[in-house]
């Protein structure tokens, strides 16, 4: 960031300007990653072109979520992570990292479930080969990262259940980590009732390792990753619009964490 960006941040954030939006990605050590991250910005600095736009990371890649924050001074942002449901890092590692920055915080809801989302996979879906009529014998499998945290399963059944109802054919949850059933049980579930055309479809914002090892398991199809899709730009947009909408506290400061960081996991929650 350079100097006159940071100084024109402090400056709207003093007289009442927009509140950054930080997309807060997860990290990854796939290079791809990285460049599909700032794609995906790109796109949503190109639908709202006066909306500063920052990216912080969780772990792995710079910059850094603290460190993001700690340039913006005590600033106001909306927090959005991009992230497809929700678990630890939604409930507990971004709000803390919020919760003792000098800036004025509010923590964004996970992107999925939405219909935007469903949006993003069908198309993907398209692109790798999905038919506009789909038969009987055709079924998907929807590979996500994984998590022991039961809302983090929840959330990834119902956009299967979104999906399904969109494309007409059964769609299975499965998880590259941490959860069950794996990418290759639920390709072999779905192979056992007579489905000859199962696609795996990639839950993922950005190539990497969970994504890679999914499409390995493809016995026909698989979708790229979401990436700098327009409807993950859109849906970016709509849960910081939504942040602003709903009115939560906010993180007032060093002085204040324990209640700002209750407030900011609650507004993470927020549907």
Known sequence: MTATTLTSNRAAAATGGTPALVVVAHGSRDPRALSTVRALLARVRALRPALPVHLGHI?????????????????????????????????????????????????????????LLVDALHARLTEAGWPAHAGPDHAVVLASAGSRDPESRADTARTAVDLSARLGV?????????????????????????????????????PGRFATQSAAAAPWITSAP??????????????????????????????ARGTARQATTQAALAR
């Open 170 to 206: 059964p769609v299975l949850p499965a998880y590259a980590s941490a959860a069950t059933p794996t990418v290759p049980d639920a390709v072999r579930a779905l192979t056992a009732r007579g489905h000859r055309r199962v696609a795996v479809a990639s839950n993922f914002t950005a």
């Open 226 to 255: 979401l990436g700098p899709h327009p409807s993950m730009a859109h849906l970016l947009l709509h849960r910081y619009d939504r942040a602003l909408g709903k009115g939560g506290a906010s993180n007032a400061g060093k002085g």
């Open 59 to 115: 772990e792995l890649n710079e910059p850094l979520l603290p460190d993001t924050l700690a340039a913006l001074g005590d600033g106001a942002a909306v927090l959005v992570p991009l992230l497809l449901s929700r678990g630890y890092h939604v409930k507990r590692d971004i709000p803390e990292m919020a919760a003792v920055s000098p800036a004025r915080t509010r923590v964004a809801g996970p992107l999925g479930p939405h219909p």
